[in-house]
Every structure is written in structure tokens, then in C-alpha cells.
């Protein structure tokens, strides 16, 4: 056979094998976020089975105690990503994310079948913890594994959109979650959802995990890329690496760690604020039923997976700077009218409705062409942990205490308007990170 002939099989073989690999790390996220939605979406539940214990502080304690332990596993992250991101550079990206998704899913199930805090006592929220500990370490080692995955098996000039179906399974996980509790919130009487129907969530992670873990044991390794072009003047370089494309002269790997945190900290914060935080706010401070609460955040998380995909796809064809920079200053400047409209007894629903829905699409314009915006920042051989690094870091700080941050700063101040300003504050310092992209980042291929 000719080499014009082999060219048609050998980019089919190309096609196959980027697919396997998206499919792989799309259902490994899903599982990995299924849980933190279902996690923050019960948060009042769980707080009720594990951390309540009737004294002075009240349903308010409990609640902090909560979040606290929501954060806890947060601060994880980054010490997973330094684990599985070590693995995914030196044996390979598919055993860490083999690695991963077992934990995340052994964890949840275990979860599921914990005794409460009336059963056993002060053991259960210390169980319970735990087991948030393990899941932090395995959503820190999933994200770089995925995106490096992801975007090395893209084709040329679909590397943002690739990338954004780490989102979008993000998403897709965030509104199983957060419709699985809506689900049986409504179905179930608050007695039984309380007593037992809280457990089914995290129990149905166990058979998606089992398929996650089926497919990533088949998924092929990215190919290597082309040996980078040396750069004219630079002289010899003792980090090993220079730092990414459109990032001011010459650093460490810290640098470009710490620079990605700035670029990311507004999806971060803003993202949790919209679609994980936003139920036990819209109940302890405005008053809003469980059921009602849970709705809106389904449709949040709902504008949240629409926006993904087309932003992500948009970054490919201008850029990643100018679709994440507008995304950045729109929540700057709608986050405190959106969150007013909600408190608005005189609002009409389908009017919140939209409110939610745009909320959560703003989001989307950062998470679809972050990733790749990441995964573009770092060479191959430490991309897994240079990108995961950065995004857990951020998460642990703007993501992980979102909830802990907004709920102790409403208490004080008394003011409904917090998850506006914290999300528009951390997405106003995003923006001007965000500005030191380069125009063409995304036209470049990975080093």
C-alpha cells in the first residue's frame, strides 16, 4: 500500500484514538463532579446527619461544620494534583486516571453507606471527612490527567473545544447531581429524604464509576509532540523549560503556577458561587424552599453546560483572551443585578428563572476555554502536574471556601448581596490576569 493510500486509515486510527480518549476522560469527570454537586447540594441534610448536635450554635453551626469539611478536601487538591500530576508525567496519563476515578468512586459509595452521627456518634462526621479527603486527592489528580489527555489527542485547531468537554462533563456531573437531589427532594417526604433517601446519590456513583474505569483501562497514551523550535537569543535554559507563550519574560515553574491561578480564580469562585453555593443560600438567607432552592440551581447549572461547548469552540476560531476576558467582566457587572433579582419577591419565576440560567452560561465562558488555556501554559512533561497544580490551588481557595467564606460574611455583615460581590471580586482580579494571554496562544501547538 502507498503512503497516499495509508493516509486515510492512518487518520481514522487518529480520529478512534481521540475519541476513546475524550469519551475516557468526559465519564472519569462526571463521576468525579457528580458527587460534588450531589455533596453541595445536601449540604443542609448532611449537616443535619453528621454535624448537628443540638447546641447553642444551632443549624448554624452545623452548617459552617459542613462546609468546613467541604473545604477540607478542597486544600487536598493540590497535594492530589502533585500525586497523580507526578504519575501522569512519568508513567503516563492513563494510570493516573485510572488511579483517580477508583479512589473518587470507592470514596462516594462509602459515603453513601456511612452510619450517621445518631448511630455512631462523633465518628461519623470524622468518617465522613475522611472519605472527603480522599475524594479532594482524587479530584486534584483528575483534572490535570484529563485535559492533558484531552487536548494532546485533539486535532490542530480543536484543541479549545476538546478541552471544553472537561467542562462540560464538569457540568454535566454539577446537573446530575444537583437534579438528583431535586429529584428526590420532590418525590420524597423531607422525613425520608432526611432519614434515607439522602444515601441513594452517592451510592448510584458506584456503577458510573465502574464504566469510567472501563474505559480509561483502554485508552492509548497521546502521541509526542514535535521537539520545540529553539528560541533565537534565549541562551541556555536552567529550568529545563521556558514558561508558556504570552507570559512576561522568563521563570520558574511557580510562575506559571501562579499566573494560572489568577487566570482561573474567577471560574473558580464565580463558579461555585453560582452552582454549588447558591441552594443553601437561597434557603438559610432568603428563605427559599429546598425544592425551589435545588430548581434553581439545576437551571444554573444547566445555562452553565450550554455555554461550554460553543465557547470553548469560539476560543478556537479568536482566542482564548477575548472570550474569557468578556466572560470574566460580565460577572463583574451582573452578579450583584442578578442576585437582587432573585431576592425580588415582586420578580416573576420565569424572570429568576433567567436570572439563574445566565448566571451559570457566564461561567461557561470561562470553563469552556480554560483548559486548554491551561493545558497551553506548560510543556508536556510536567503539564499533568503544572496545570493541575494551578487549578487545584485555585479551587481550594476560591471554590473550596466559597461556601464557608459567603455563609460566615452573610452572618456578619447581614447582607444577602456576599456571593455577588465575592464573585465579582475574584472575577475582576481574573480579567487582568487574563489580559496577559497571547493573541495566538491557540494557534500554537503544544510543546
Not at 39 to 65: H, M, Q, S
Not at 293 to 302: E, F, R, S, V, W
Not at 313 to 335: C, E
Request: hydrophobic share 55%; proline share 8%.
Amino acid at each position: 500500500m502507498s503512503p497516499l493510500e495509508l493516509r486515510p486509515a492512518i487518520a481514522d486510527a487518529r480520529t478512534a484514538r481521540s475519541r476513546r480518549a475524550l469519551l475516557a476522560g468526559c465519564v472519569g469527570n462526571l463521576v468525579e463532579w457528580y458527587e460534588f454537586g450531589v455533596y453541595g447540594c445536601l449540604v443542609t441534610v448532611i449537616a443535619d446527619n453528621f454535624f448537628a448536635t443540638g447546641g447553642p450554635a444551632g443549624g448554624a453551626g452545623a452548617l459552617v461544620a459542613t462546609y468546613a469539611s467541604f473545604a477540607l478536601a478542597f486544600f487536598f487538591r493540590p497535594v492530589g494534583a502533585l500525586l497523580f500530576g507526578r504519575l501522569g508525567d512519568r508513567a503516563g496519563r492513563r494510570p493516573a486516571l485510572v488511579a483517580s476515578v477508583t479512589v473518587m468512586t470507592l470514596a462516594t459509595t462509602a459515603i453513601g453507606l456511612l452510619p450517621t452521627r445518631d448511630a455512631i456518634g462523633v465518628a461519623a462526621p470524622v468518617l465522613l471527612t475522611v472519605l472527603r479527603v480522599l475524594q479532594g486527592l482524587s479530584a486534584g489528580g483528575e483534572f490535570g490527567g484529563a485535559v492533558s489527555l484531552m487536548t494532546e489527542h485533539a486535532p490542530p485547531g480543536r484543541r479549545g473545544l476538546h478541552g471544553a468537554f472537561q467542562s462540560f462533563t464538569v457540568a454535566l456531573g454539577l446537573l446530575a447531581g444537583a437534579g438528583t437531589a431535586a429529584l428526590l427532594a420532590t418525590v420524597l417526604p423531607t422525613a425520608a429524604l432526611y432519614g434515607w433517601g439522602w444515601r441513594i446519590p452517592f451510592l448510584l456513583a458506584l456503577p458510573l464509576g465502574v464504566v469510567a474505569l472501563w474505559l480509561r483501562t483502554s485508552v492509548t497514551e497521546p502521541p509526542a509532540p514535535a521537539p520545540a523550535a529553539p528560541v533565537a537569543g534565549a541562551g541556555p535554559d536552567p529550568a529545563g523549560w521556558l514558561p508558556p507563550v504570552g507570559a512576561p519574560g522568563r521563570g520558574p515553574l511557580v510562575h506559571a503556577v501562579v499566573l494560572g491561578i489568577g487566570r482561573v480564580m474567577g471560574w473558580s469562585a464565580a463558579g461555585y458561587t453560582f452552582l454549588v453555593v447558591l441552594p443553601t443560600h437561597l434557603q438559610a438567607v432568603l428563605g427559599t424552599s429546598v425544592r425551589d432552592a435545588l430548581l434553581a440551581t439545576a437551571l444554573a447549572n444547566l445555562g452553565f453546560a450550554a455555554a461550554i461547548l460553543p465557547a470553548g469552540a469560539l476560543s478556537d476560531r479568536i482566542g482564548r483572551r477575548p472570550v474569557m476576558v468578556f466572560g470574566a467582566l460580565s460577572v463583574v457587572l451582573l452578579a450583584l443585578p442578578l442576585l437582587r433579582l432573585l431576592q425580588s419577591p415582586a420578580a416573576a419565576p420565569g424572570a429568576k428563572a433567567g436570572a439563574v440560567l445566565l448566571a451559570g452560561a457566564l461561567v461557561g465562558l470561562l470553563a469552556g476555554p480554560g483548559p486548554a488555556m491551561l493545558a497551553e501554559m506548560f510543556p508536556r512533561r510536567i503539564r499533568c502536574t503544572g496545570l493541575g497544580v494551578a487549578y487545584a490551588l485555585a479551587n481550594a481557595l476560591f471554590s473550596g471556601c466559597a461556601g464557608l467564606v459567603i455563609t460566615a460574611l452573610t452572618a456578619r455583615t447581614g447582607s444577602p448581596d456576599v456571593p455577588a460581590f465575592y464573585a465579582a471580586g475574584a472575577c475582576a482580579v481574573s480579567a487582568a490576569a487574563l489580559l496577559t494571554l497571547g493573541g495566538e496562544d491557540h494557534r500554537e501547538p503544544l510543546r
